[in-house]
């Protein structure tokens, strides 16, 4: 490849660097909708509806063709995925105490526009419900394709997009060397990650066997798990070189949608491209980005994918443990992890959907691991002095995880103690998670 091209593409994620004192927290939170008491899935009618309702917030709506797919207001988006699970893309923030606030007035402004509609939601991370073909699929272009295609290299990836949900948390970095950390802690940590904050061990309205099986379900999809190169001293180059070797999924052009031949990102840049005579461009390289998959990924921020979708007693947690960690305590994490071995993490992060805490990780449980990084991140959130109008820091949003470790247990198993009592997901309906519950 030319080496000035392939400059340019690198320069991408160069352009992301931020400086210190100008580093945000992005938070992107996907919830199911359901319609009725038999909890099933919404239909695009519901879901206009829904949309037309949140106009007279200042919500604009976002197109595609003919079809409303998102809506948009300022930095902020709510979209949906394949099978209508609603997401929140919230606008990068200075401090969690925003974080919070943003996703509690979300949730007011979702109970407002669903009056009327019969719509409510459930806190988890994998929809008990329904199989794949009762879900409703969305009309966007982008998911025909996927479902066509993300099958051939991962068996589970369509209850991937259909019935699945998680948090993403997006970090900037101020420089490649603090990038390579980030992005290597944050990897590392994964298994952590799948056992503090597991919240999907329903399959069919009964137990899946797993505490996380949203997590399962991704180390079985195309385009996911952890990257090799997360192990090794990553650069951006090596960054760039190991993603321009993923199969392009689909090109846009003229709002028109170009399935795959088969090339990768690498072919496209060098004009190999079968369908299209034009060769890539950065916006193609965006596109290429976005479908990659893997349980932390580079675009010009650092997106960490492994947190399942949560009720309010711990979604500002997640985003709170990781933002303590990566931006104030990274360097005594990062020294701890360094010396663990790519055997023993992937291994980890295999067994810990079904293990949770109880997994080894390089000669202690998780469940000992989160004590110590804990303790990190909650001096990293001290010292940001990052307060609220009370004088409270961000480590007040820490009271999940230091539970989860109090009682040893992480929503998921108290789930499966309340299913145990009855057999039957009817507790659900006595939980306040129909958009009236903040938690705040």
Same mark, same amino acid.
């Given at each position: 490849?030319?080496? =000035? ?33 038999? =909890?099933? /899935? ?33 930095? @902020? ?7 209508? @699970?609603?997401e ?12 919070c ?29 329904n ?19 993300m ?16 948090i ?22 994964t298994?952590?990650?799948?056992g ?5 061990p329903? /399959? ?7 505490y ?6 991704? @180390?079985?999809?195309?385009?996911g ?9 990553v ?16 090109i ?26 034009e060769?890539?461009?950065?916006n ?12 932390? /990924? ?5 997106e ?6 949560c ?28 010396k ?30 989160? =004590? ?7 001096k ?9 109008? /009370? ?5 007040i ?15 998921? @198993? ?27």
């Amino acid at each position: 490849m030319n080496e =000035k091209i392939k400059s340019q593409f690198i320069e991408y994620f160069t352009s992301g660097i931020k400086e210190d004192s100008k580093v945000k927290i992005g938070v992107e939170h996907e919830r199911f909708l359901f319609t009725g008491k038999d =909890k099933k /899935r919404i239909d695009y009618k519901v879901l206009k509806r829904l949309f037309e309702n949140l106009k007279s917030n200042n919500w604009s709506p976002i197109y595609e063709g003919e079809n409303v797919v998102g809506m948009k207001r300022g930095n @902020q988006q709510i979209t949906t995925e394949p099978g209508f @699970q609603c997401e929140l893309s919230g606008e990068p923030l200075d401090n969690i105490h925003q974080v919070c606030s943003e996703n509690y007035k979300f949730f007011e402004e979702m109970k407002k526009a669903s009056s009327g509609l019969n719509i409510s939601t459930i806190s988890i991370a994998f929809d008990p419900y329904n199989d794949l073909t009762e879900i409703p699929k969305s009309p966007k272009a982008r998911y025909k394709i996927m479902t066509k295609e993300m099958p051939k290299e991962g068996k589970l990836s369509l209850d991937m997009m259909y019935r699945t949900c998680g948090i993403q948390v997006n970090f900037d970095y101020t420089s490649e060397k603090n990038f390579e950390k980030i992005f290597r802690l944050g990897n590392y940590l994964t298994p952590l990650s799948i056992g503090l904050y597991a919240n999907s061990p329903f /399959r069919d309205k009964k137990l899946a066997g797993f505490y996380s099986y949203r997590n399962k379900i991704w @180390q079985n999809t195309s385009r996911g798990g952890i990257m090799p190169i997360a192990f090794e001293n990553v650069t951006f180059e090596k960054y760039f070189d190991y993603v321009a070797k993923y199969p392009v999924l689909f090109i846009i052009r003229d709002k028109k949608y170009i399935s795959p031949t088969g090339q990768n990102f690498q072919d496209f840049i060098e004009g190999k491209f079968e369908n299209l005579s034009e060769k890539a461009n950065l916006n193609d390289f965006a596109t290429h980005l976005s479908t990659i998959f893997t349980e932390v /990924r580079l675009k010009k921020i650092i997106e960490l994918r492994s947190l399942d979708t949560c009720d309010w007693e711990c979604f500002c947690d997640g985003p709170a443990f990781f933002t303590g960690l990566l931006y104030s305590s990274l360097d005594e994490a990062f020294n701890i992890i360094k010396k663990w071995k790519k055997e023993s993490v992937m291994n980890a992060y295999l067994i810990a959907p079904e293990k949770g805490l109880d997994t080894e990780l390089e000669g202690k449980t998780l469940y000992e691991w989160s =004590k110590i990084f804990l303790r990190l991140s909650k001096k990293g959130l001290v010292k940001r002095k990052k307060e609220n109008k /009370r004088g409270q820091d961000e480590s007040i949003y820490l009271k999940h995880t230091e539970n989860v470790i109090k009682n040893k247990k992480n929503r998921a @198993q108290l789930l499966i103690d309340k299913y145990n009592k009855k057999n039957n997901l009817d507790f659900f309906n006595n939980e306040k998670e129909n958009f009236s519950h903040s938690g705040l």
